[in-house]
């Protein structure tokens, strides 16, 4: 799955989530007024709501309840409504807004949660230093919580190896979109092969580095009879023209 995927399927899980709980705020939970049935309801409140919303995912749906303040003493109530406060959603950390709309006393609560979304990725082994390019071997295939950070996950080997680490990477970390960057290739003053290409034809020639290379990205160069042109890294040696 390529990083512009990863990060469609995350647009896709908070657009339907907070649709989905849009549209329960007009249900009701059990009755509660202890703290533990408070749990149990937004419990299965919330495994409900996964279970529905993210069917169509590739992704396992997980959540965890936190801790109401032990301090609270709810009154009973009759009817408790959830609700996503404003600017919350529904991945990583978040809270549960929870209020009595049926009671003797009204009462309105957050509840601290933990939505994981677990599912393939590639974790790093050992220890790679910034700026350095990464190798297959640098890390391996494992299932991680793509929810723990907001940063995309980046699941196709093929994205990250051959990339640079934009820092220091450690043992366990998930491969992640603000972690790699592509690779500079070669220097200002490099020479390097232009490839020029158009339909049914390939011109190769000799020219000079006017910018830094790196891979995917633009680059000036200076051919041999001095005219500049501008093309596409493809590869440490190698500048790409369409014409």
């Not at 006017?210 to 041999?224: F, H, W």
Request: hydrophobic share 45%; aromatic share 6%.
């Amino acid at each position: 799955m390529s990083v512009l995927c990863v990060q469609w399927v995350q647009r896709l899980f908070f657009g339907v989530l907070t649709l989905g709980f849009g549209c329960a705020q007009a249900q009701t939970l059990e009755p509660a007024g202890d703290p533990d049935g408070v749990y149990a309801a937004a419990q299965r409140w919330l495994d409900d709501s996964l279970a529905q919303q993210s069917s169509s995912l590739p992704l396992r749906m997980e959540v965890v309840v936190g801790q109401l303040d032990r301090r609270l003493n709810l009154a009973p109530c009759q009817h408790v409504e959830p609700y996503l406060p404003p600017n919350v959603r529904l991945w990583g950390k978040a809270r549960l807004g929870l209020r009595c709309v049926e009671g003797r006393i009204k009462w309105n609560v957050f509840l601290p949660i933990t939505v994981k979304a677990m599912g393939p990725a590639w974790v790093i082994k050992g220890q790679v230093s910034p700026g350095t390019t990464l190798q297959a071997s640098d890390a391996m295939a494992v299932e991680v919580d793509w929810a723990e950070s907001n940063s995309a996950i980046v699941a196709n080997q093929s994205d990250w190896v051959g990339k640079a680490a934009t820092r220091l990477l450690s043992t366990g970390q998930a491969l992640r979109q603000d972690m790699v960057k592509a690779a500079q290739v070669f220097q200002t003053g490099a020479q390097v092969r232009v490839l020029a290409t158009g339909p049914g034809f390939e011109i190769a020639g000799r020219a000079k580095a006017l910018s830094a290379g790196i891979v995917g990205q633009s680059a000036m160069v200076k051919m041999e009879n001095g005219q500049v042109i501008t093309g596409t890294v493809s590869d440490e040696r190698t500048v790409r023209v369409a014409l």
